[in-house]
Structure formats: C-alpha cells, structure tokens
C-alpha cells in the first residue's frame, strides 16, 4: 500500500513537493531504484529524496543499491511545482536485485 501527499516544503503556502510513502512488506535485503515515474512519466533523477526506515534522507541515485528491513516506511519525495493534482495517481519504480530487474507499480490518492 502507498500513500501519496503534497507538501509545502519552503512555507510559502504553495504545493513544491510530493511524498509517496511505502511499507517494506516483501522482506529485509538490498535492491538498486534504477528509475521512477509519475502517472507513466519519467521524474528526473536530481528532483528526488529517499528516507528509507529511520535513516537520514538522501538523494536519489541509481548507481547505489539502498537496504530497508522489513516494516520500513520508504518515503520518495519529490520536487514538483504544484504537486499532484487531487486523483488517483501510480508511481512506477523501476528496480534490481541481482540479475533480475522489474517494474513494480504502487497505487494511491491525493
């Protein structure tokens, strides 16, 4: 299950962000986020942060393989004028372990 918000980063009062967060139901172990996209349109690489369990954020980087425990909250923030309108909304995550690559694609509403 996911959960999709907007968020105003700056204060400001206007939408420059938004979150998807994620519970680890699979298992403990590694995988290397290869690409993201947002209702099937690719998010820049430079415009995404990654918390994952209690760890401190840090930016997205397809090169490096990131570890989550089972029951972490992965959150994938990014930065997005406006936000997501309200609706439904798929982000895709493109992801390896090994040798085996695959799309998985997690389902929410703002």
Not at 74 to 85: A, D, F, P, S, T
């Amino acid at each position: 299950m996911a959960t999709f918000k907007n968020l105003d980063k700056d204060g400001d009062g206007k939408v420059d962000h938004f979150v998807v967060e994620i519970r680890n139901d699979i298992g403990s172990g590694s995988a290397r986020l290869k690409e993201m996209s947002i209702d099937g349109v690719a998010i820049p690489v430079d415009k995404i942060n990654l918390t994952v369990g209690n760890r401190p954020s840090r930016k997205f980087d397809p090169t490096t393989e990131i570890y989550s425990e089972y029951g972490d909250i992965i959150k994938i923030e990014v930065e997005k004028k406006g936000g997501l309108k309200k609706g439904d909304h798929s982000l895709g995550v493109k992801a390896g372990i090994d040798w085996e690559e695959q799309t998985i694609s997690f389902k929410g509403t703002i």
